[in-house]
C-alpha cells in the first residue's frame, strides 16, 4: 500500500474533531466535522445551504487543518485527470489532490468518511469543487446520477429543465416557485432510478440568476445577495426548498432561446444531445457510467422542447400543462 | 479501408435513443450528432456490417460514395476502429436520405481538461483559462 495511503487511513482513525453541522446533500445526510465551526459553516455554504436534519448521516465530511501539511501528497506524475491520484486504485480510497494549491479531497466508500484539507484559505466557490466532486462520488456510488439541470416540483412531482447557460432554466425556476412549486434546483440535481421511475433530490439551496431580472414582475423570493466574482444574484431558497425529500420526474424540458414558443415533444435521442456533454462537463469523472445514466434518464421521462416565453402568464400555463 | 467496423470503446462512448445517435470521445472532448439515415446506418456498422451490407438493405436508391463518405468521416473522428470477426450482419431496411456526421467541438476544452489545475483561476470549473 502506498505513503498516501497509509496516512489516509491513519487520519481515518485518529481525526476526531469536535465541531458539528448537518446538511442534507442531494439524497442523503452529510454531518461535517471539524475543529473551527467557522470553518464548517464556510463550507456548509459551498455544500449549498439547507436545513439541519437529524437522521443518521449517510456521509460523514471531515475536515482536516494543519495536519495536511504531514501528507505525502504524490508528485505530479501520479496524479492523473481531474488531479485524482491513480496509485490509490485498489487500497479503498479515492482521492482529488491539487499539488500546487495543497488541496485534498479523499473519500473512503466502504465507511462513508470523506477527509477534505486545504493549506490555503480558499473563497467557498473554490471549495464547491471539490464538495461537487464529492456528491458527484456519492451519487456514483449509490447508482444515482448527478444532472446538470433546474428542477422544480409540485404534489411530489417534478419538471427538469435542461439547456445551456443563459437558456433560461432559472428564470423558468424562479418563477415557477413564485408561483408555488416547491424548488428543487436551477443548476444541480440529484436522480435515483427506481423501477421504471425517477426520483429527483434538490442539492443546493441557493438559486442564481445573472441580473437583470428577466421577468421583473414574477412574485419576488426575497432579497438577493450579489456576487461579483460570478456576475449573479444569489437567493437563499431554504425557504421554498425541498432538498431532503423526493419528487417523481415527469418531465423534461430542454430549454433554448431560439426554440419553439409552445411545448414541443423532443425525441429522447436530442433530448440526451442535449443533456449528456453538459452533464459530463458539469460532473467530471466516470464519463461513461454518467453518459449511461443520462441515456437511462432520457427514456424515463416525456421530453420536449421549449423557447423562452415573454410573460409569468406564459410559464405558469406550461406550468400547468405539466404538473397539473 | 477495413470491411467490418466496431464502436472506438472505451475511448468514445455512444447511445442511440428514438433514431438519434449521440456519440462522445473523451479523449478529444468531441461530441457528434447523427440523425435519421445516419443514425441508421450509424448502428449498422457498429454492430459489424459491411458498406456492401448496409448499401443491400437500403430501401431506395442510394450512391455507394455518400456512404463510403460518410464511413470515411466517422474514421477520421476515430469513432470506429476496425472490428477482427468477420460474420455477416443483417441489417434492418433502411430508409435512405443524408449521411451527415455533425461534429461539436465547443466543449473540448471543458471535457479534456484537468479541473483541479486547468480552470480559470477566478471562476474554477468548469471555466477554462481565458474562456
Known amino acids: ?324 | 479501408m477495413p470491411e467490418r467496423y466496431e464502436l472506438s470503446a472505451p475511448e468514445v462512448i455512444a447511445d442511440l435513443i428514438d433514431g438519434e445517435a449521440v456519440a462522445i470521445d473523451l479523449t478529444t472532448g468531441h461530441y457528434h450528432r447523427l440523425r435519421g439515415a445516419s443514425a441508421e446506418v450509424w448502428e449498422a456498422l457498429i454492430r459489424g456490417a459491411t458498406e456492401e451490407e448496409i448499401l443491400a438493405s437500403a430501401a431506395g436508391p442510394i450512391d455507394p460514395k455518400s456512404l463510403s463518405d460518410f464511413v470515411v468521416s466517422l474514421c477520421e473522428e476515430s469513432l470506429l476502429r476496425e472490428r477482427s470477426s468477420i460474420d455477416p450482419v443483417a441489417v434492418p431496411a433502411w430508409e435512405p436520405g443524408m449521411l451527415e456526421l455533425e461534429s461539436f467541438v465547443d466543449l473540448e476544452d471543458i471535457l479534456g481538461i484537468d479541473p483541479i489545475h486547468e480552470v480559470d483561476p477566478d471562476r474554477g470549473w468548469p471555466h477554462a483559462p481565458d474562456a
Open chain 1, 1 to 324: 500500500m502506498n505513503d498516501l495511503a497509509h496516512w489516509l487511513d491513519h487520519q481515518l482513525q485518529e481525526s476526531a474533531p469536535e465541531a458539528t453541522l448537518s446538511r442534507s446533500f442531494g439524497g442523503r445526510n452529510v454531518l461535517l466535522r471539524g475543529d473551527d465551526f467557522e470553518e464548517l459553516q464556510q463550507i456548509s455554504w459551498a455544500l449549498g445551504e439547507a436545513s439541519a436534519i437529524a437522521r443518521k448521516p449517510s456521509v460523514e465530511l471531515r475536515v482536516l487543518g494543519e495536519v495536511l501539511r504531514t501528507a505525502p501528497i504524490p508528485d505530479e506524475n501520479a496524479v492523473g485527470p481531474y488531479g485524482v491520484v491513480l496509485t490509490l486504485e485498489g487500497t479503498g480510497w479515492r482521492a482529488c489532490v491539487d499539488v500546487d494549491e495543497g488541496r485534498l479531497l479523499a473519500y473512503h466508500a466502504a465507511s462513508r468518511v470523506a477527509l477534505s484539507a486545504a493549506l490555503i484559505p480558499e473563497a467557498p466557490r473554490h471549495r464547491s469543487e471539490f464538495g461537487r466532486t464529492l456528491l458527484h462520488w456519492l451519487a456514483t456510488d449509490d447508482g444515482n446520477l448527478v444532472v446538470h439541470a433546474g428542477a422544480v416540483g409540485r404534489a411530489g412531482k417534478a419538471i427538469l429543465f435542461i439547456g445551456p447557460g443563459g437558456a433560461g432554466k432559472s428564470t423558468f425556476v424562479r418563477v415557477a416557485v413564485g408561483a408555488g412549486a416547491t424548488f428543487l434546483g436551477d443548476n444541480a440535481l440529484e436522480v435515483s432510478f427506481e423501477g421504471d421511475g425517477v426520483a429527483t433530490w434538490g442539492v443546493y439551496g441557493s438559486l442564481k440568476v445573472r441580473p437583470p431580472l428577466v421577468l421583473p414582475d414574477a412574485v419576488a423570493l426575497g432579497n438577493a445577495r450579489h456576487d461579483a466574482d460570478i456576475g449573479k444574484d444569489l437567493y437563499d431558497m431554504a425557504a421554498y426548498a425541498s432538498l431532503g425529500e423526493p419528487h417523481a420526474a415527469c418531465s423534461l424540458v430542454a430549454l433554448s432561446a431560439d426554440g419553439p414558443r409552445e411545448l414541443t415533444p423532443l425525441g429522447r435521442g436530442a433530448a440526451l444531445f442535449a443533456l449528456g456533454p453538459s452533464t459530463m462537463v458539469q460532473f467530471p469523472l466516470y464519463g461513461p457510467e454518467v453518459f449511461a445514466a443520462c441515456g437511462q434518464l432520457v427514456r424515463s421521462l416525456d421530453c420536449w422542447s421549449l423557447g423562452q416565453l415573454d410573460t409569468v402568464e406564459d410559464h405558469g400555463r406550461i406550468l400547468e400543462r405539466l404538473l397539473g
